[in-house]
């Protein structure tokens, strides 16, 4: 029998991982197992996996679509940002970029006739802050706004807790802390910022928060108005308030003129500052014009000291002096007192601000029978040499009228009742004027009302009174009687100058002015237009007027005597009115006045004098004004050299 073969022996061949994985470090084994066919696994064994990718496409493609999504959603935004909405936004940007400055225009100056400087502006600051600045975030400080206000109060003079609100304005990048601030107040703000820059830049070398409580704090050039004379012609020019237009006077009537035309300056910023490579638009300013008034320095300030001392010696509520041009209706001085310094309204009193000259009305008196005579001379009712009997009483209507003083009856030339300024005198003449006395009246208010009465100046000053002058048919049965001597009508001290200019000019009435005019930007000068002129009354009547007001002055009977000026001819006329008090409504107390021109035969100024209420010593015109009137009146001839006529004066007789 054939043997039988042992069975062959398996021998292991080298471990394979599961999965059919390589061994470690990826070596192929070098040998098959015997036995069986290459390639083939052995009967009853697992096959081993296959490992098959996953396609890509299904995960690229979700990818991509959520890359679109987001493309879509930027590419959107982006259209919205500059296309729909680019205008809004370039807006905030400018905004937060770009600052805009208004550039003050240079007001201009104003100047007395021969240029000498009344009114004129220096440089100044207004100090201003950016509120954005000031908030925790950007000051990182929770309290930054009332730490600078307690820091700028005290420099500024202004009220803490207001400024604190200015500097926390919701969305606001602008206020003004203060305007026309000197320059010595802007360095005192600057060193003080730049003490506080220094300190926050070492605590942030230190880690400490950097705290500049004052880096939002600004200023912006501009000028201040300053009236290098002090109280000098205060009351003709006036003030300019706290927003840089004129609060009265010439500063108020010419505002637009002085004030120029305001320019605008944008410029890029960062953090408050001005970017020195940034862009930047301008728009330069217009200065204003400058004015050149008809006023005298020199005359003005005589005429001011005169009546300021005087004021304070009567102890009266107030004064004025009027100095006119008789040939040129020019207003040389209008001085008031008592007056105030424009350059410290905070301690000026409201009674004091403005130009009673031209705003006061009130009854004048005895300086208004001029045009009585005046009207009775030109209707050829009267001559100077008419006799008048005036006796110590006269009773008309429902009064009784008497003169200043007691006296027996009177025997008086028509000279004579203007020269002893009788008021019985006055009613007897003037009634002559027509067959009836509402005949006469009427004619009366003709020439009063030619003379400027009732009317406005034609100085266009602003408050200016026109005075009161009721229609000849609505007198009082007692207005009829005591207007023709100044009382029951009203005129201020600009008007009375005027009528005494009128008589001084050959009875025409020259419209006063006071602006002679202004010079432009460019270095024009523009003449101011011509004044209004009014034929009054006949030449023969203002020269024969004339020699009766010289009676006045130059006769010892005269009520004028103090205005004597040794070597010239003065014509003129005292008053003393009974006043009406303008806070009770009734007469109490008196106004005084003197009115005139020099020389009496060739006049060249008028001199108008009137002082309120005086409560010490004379209340009489002739005492109180006359030595006024002289003083100005001597001083503005001498200043205009004036030289005197040699002429002799034509002495008309008094009484009969």
């Known amino acids: 029998m054939p043997s039988k073969e042992p069975p062959r022996r398996r021998v292991p061949g080298p471990a394979r991982p599961r999965g059919g994985a390589r061994p470690v470090g990826g070596a192929r084994p070098t040998a098959r197992p015997t036995g069986h066919p290459a390639g083939r696994p052995r009967q009853g064994s697992r096959a081993p996996r296959r490992i098959q990718l996953g396609s890509p496409r299904p995960r690229l493609r979700l990818v991509s679509l959520g890359?679109?999504?987001?493309?879509?959603?930027?590419?959107?935004?982006?259209?919205?940002?500059?296309?729909v909405d680019a205008s809004a936004y370039a807006a905030k940007a400018d905004k937060n970029r770009f600052l805009h400055h208004t550039i003050a225009a240079e007001r201009g100056e104003i100047t007395d006739r021969s240029g000498v400087p009344l009114a004129t502006s220096d440089d100044a600051y207004d100090i201003t802050a950016d509120p954005s600045m000031f908030t925790p975030k950007a000051s990182k400080a929770p309290d930054a706004p009332e730490q600078a206000a307690a820091l700028l109060a005290p420099i500024l003079g202004a009220d803490p807790t207001e400024m604190v609100k200015k500097l926390k304005a919701p969305k606001s990048r602008y206020t003004v802390l203060a305007r026309r601030q000197t320059p010595q107040v802007w360095n005192q703000i600057s060193d003080l910022k730049g003490v506080l820059a220094q300190k926050a830049s070492k605590d942030a070398l230190s880690g400490r928060p950097a705290v500049n409580v004052l880096a939002g704090v600004l200023q912006e050039p501009t000028t201040k108005r300053v009236y290098p004379n002090g109280d000098l012609a205060a009351g003709i020019l006036g003030?300019?308030?706290?927003?840089?237009?004129?609060?009265?006077?010439?500063?108020?009537?010419?505002?637009?003129?002085?004030?120029?035309?305001?320019g605008?300056?944008?410029?890029?910023?960062?953090?408050?500052?001005?970017?020195?490579?940034?862009?930047?638009?301008?728009?330069?300013?217009?200065?204003?014009?400058?004015?050149?008034?008809?006023?005298d320095r020199d005359i003005q300030w005589e005429a001011q000291r005169a009546i300021s001392e005087q004021v304070k010696k009567s102890k009266a509520d107030r004064g004025y002096v009027m100095v006119q041009n008789t040939r040129t209706g020019e207003v040389l001085a209008m001085a008031n007192a008592p007056g105030f310094d424009p350059n410290?309204?905070?301690?000026?009193?409201?009674?004091?601000m403005g130009n009673a000259a031209l705003q006061d009305a009130y009854e004048p008196g005895s300086t208004s029978k001029v045009m009585s005579m005046s009207a009775v001379i030109e209707e050829k009712k009267a001559t100077p040499l008419t006799h008048v009997v005036v006796p110590n009483r006269l009773h008309r209507g429902d009064r009784l009228f008497h003169d200043d003083i007691d006296h027996p009856t009177w025997n008086l030339t028509l000279n004579g009742v203007l020269a002893k300024s009788s008021n019985i005198g006055t009613i007897e003449a003037s009634g002559h004027l027509g067959d009836t006395q509402?005949?006469?009246?009427?004619?009366?208010?003709?020439?009063?009302?030619?003379?400027?009465?009732?009317?406005?100046?034609?100085?266009?000053?602003?408050?200016?009174?026109?005075?009161?002058?009721?229609?000849?048919?609505?007198?009082?049965?007692?207005?009829?009687?005591?207007?023709?001597?100044?009382q029951g009508l009203s005129l201020s001290?600009?008007?009375?100058?005027?009528?005494?200019?009128?008589?001084?000019?050959?009875?025409?009435?020259?419209?006063?002015?006071?602006?002679?005019g202004t010079r432009g930007p460019d270095g024009r000068f523009t003449p101011a237009p011509a004044p209004k002129k009014t034929r009054v009354v006949s030449d023969s009547t203002a020269k024969t007027v004339s020699t009766m007001l010289e009676s006045v002055v130059g006769d010892q009977e005269g009520t004028g005597t103090a205005a004597k000026i040794p070597g010239y001819r003065v014509a003129g006329k005292t008053g003393t009115a009974n006043r009406v008090d303008p806070k009770l409504g009734v007469y109490k107390g008196y106004t005084a006045s003197f009115a005139g021109f020099a020389p009496a035969d060739n006049p060249q100024i008028t001199v108008y004098c009137a002082i309120q209420n005086?409560?010490?010593?004379?209340?009489?015109?002739?005492?109180?004004?006359?030595?006024?009137?002289?003083?100005?009146?001597?001083?503005?001839?001498?200043?205009?050299?004036?030289?005197?006529?040699?002429?002799?004066?034509?002495?008309?007789?008094?009484?009969?």
Not at 344 to 352: G, H, K, N
Request: aromatic share 8%.
């Open 67 to 83: 890359l679109t999504l987001v493309m879509l959603v930027f590419v959107v935004r982006l259209l919205q940002v500059q296309a």
């Open 344 to 352: 410290d309204l905070s301690q000026a009193s409201s009674a004091a």
């Open 438 to 486: 509402p005949e006469a009246n009427k004619v009366l208010y003709k020439y009063l009302t030619k003379f400027g009465i009732g009317r406005p100046t034609g100085l266009g000053y602003p408050g200016e009174t026109q005075g009161l002058l009721a229609k000849p048919q609505d007198w009082s049965t007692s207005q009829q009687y005591t207007i023709p001597f100044g």
């Open 493 to 516: 001290a600009m008007q009375a100058a005027s009528v005494y200019s009128t008589i001084a000019n050959g009875g025409v009435r020259i419209a006063p002015t006071l602006i002679r």
């Open 239 to 262: 003030f300019v308030n706290a927003s840089g237009h004129g609060g009265g006077g010439v500063e108020s009537m010419l505002d637009k003129q002085l004030a120029g035309a305001d």
């Open 614 to 656: 005086p409560t010490s010593g004379a209340y009489f015109g002739g005492s109180i004004c006359g030595p006024i009137y002289k003083k100005v009146m001597e001083f503005s001839l001498k200043t205009l050299q004036v030289p005197p006529t040699g002429s002799k004066p034509v002495r008309l007789p008094v009484t009969f």
């Open 264 to 295: 605008e300056v944008t410029y890029t910023q960062s953090g408050g500052r001005r970017v020195p490579t940034g862009s930047s638009r301008e728009k330069p300013a217009v200065p204003g014009s400058d004015v050149e008034l008809t006023i």
